[in-house]
């Protein structure tokens, strides 16, 4: 134990003594989030002003500040679930570098066993991209909490950060796989240029998923992350949606909460079937069990390989 514990201490180290590295996982998800408030923010809004004018008579009964919380949490939630799937992957590049750097022949000359150096590993990627995950959900509560009422509860927030432990695990679990196979940190960088373009699409930040056919929804779906997107959905919205829904006092009949929750995709989408949290939270958790299991049983074939 204390081998693992050490090497998980070492691996942890190295990673955040590359201090840019660090200071650009925070920046980059810092900079979509403006971005997004800026030249986004008013595409959703009016996505929801259109819901409202589909009824009669009710828009007048919901806050406007009401509307832009919601937006600012709906998006937020996307940066989180992009950041959810870049910030582990930037994780676990010190494996990478370790095998570009001839680090791993020293390693193969530890007594440490393979499991636990693969583990280390996994366990220092996950530490630190829970770290780094719950500083962006800090400083995005905070500032949005500036701005007017979240309608979050104690309850909301630890759950939210219980969601971003999760999301951290499985995310690592599921890129640990990949990571196995690269020699060099370019073939990483490279690859992690791809992953960071095409992660909002697919966990629906830039285009809710409600949007796309079946087939795509249910190809989305099959990875973690955005299982776990939804789920903070779920965790930082309903607050302020059941706000929404009180201030129209049953005027809707509650089909406002519904239609909102079905076309921002509160639930995950499997040929055609909606999970409920309870799912998606145990096919994340068996996912990373799986792919924690993959990557420890590869480990042995891929590691120094020539």
């Known amino acids: 134990m204390r081998k693992f514990a050490g090497f998980t201490r070492r691996n942890l180290l190295v990673f955040f003594k590359d201090k840019q590295a660090v200071a650009f996982s925070l920046l980059t998800s810092v900079i979509v989030l403006v971005t997004y408030l800026l030249f986004i923010k008013g595409t959703f809004t009016d996505a929801i002003n259109s819901i409202l004018d589909s009824v009669p008579g009710i828009k007048a009964m919901i806050r406007a500040q009401d509307i832009d919380t919601y937006c600012n949490l709906l998006l937020f939630t996307g940066i989180l679930g992009s950041a959810m799937v870049t910030v582990p992957c930037n994780c676990l590049s010190v494996i990478v570098k370790d095998r570009e750097n001839g680090i791993d022949r020293d390693i193969m000359a530890t007594p440490v066993g393979r499991w636990q150096i693969i583990l280390s590993y996994f366990t220092s990627a996950v530490l630190s991209a829970f770290l780094l995950n719950g500083v962006i959900l800090t400083a995005g509560l905070a500032a949005f909490a500036c701005m007017g009422d979240l309608y979050l509860g104690a309850a909301d927030v630890v759950a939210a950060y219980g969601i971003v432990a999760l999301g951290s695990v499985s995310s690592a679990a599921f890129f ?13 960088g490279a690859f992690f240029g791809m992953l960071s373009a095409a992660a909002g699409f697919v966990i629906g930040a830039y285009i809710p998923l409600s949007q796309f056919s079946e087939s795509v929804r249910t190809a989305c779906c099959l990875f973690p992350a955005s299982h776990v997107t939804c789920l903070l959905r779920g965790a930082l919205l309903d607050g302020v949606l059941e706000e929404m829904a009180h201030s129209l006092n049953g005027a809707d009949h509650g089909m406002f909460a519904d239609t909102m929750k079905e076309v921002f995709a509160f639930e995950a989408d499997i040929m055609g ?34």
Do not use: D, E, P, W
Request: glycine share 4%; aromatic share 10%; charged share 10%.
């Open 273 to 306: 079937h909606s999970l409920s949290t309870a799912q998606m939270t145990a096919y994340v958790a068996a996912l990373s069990v799986v792919c924690a299991a993959v990557m420890t049983g590869i480990y042995g074939k891929t590691y120094q390989r020539k």
């Open 176 to 188: 640990m796989i990949v990571m196995l196979f690269f020699r060099s940190s370019a073939a990483s």
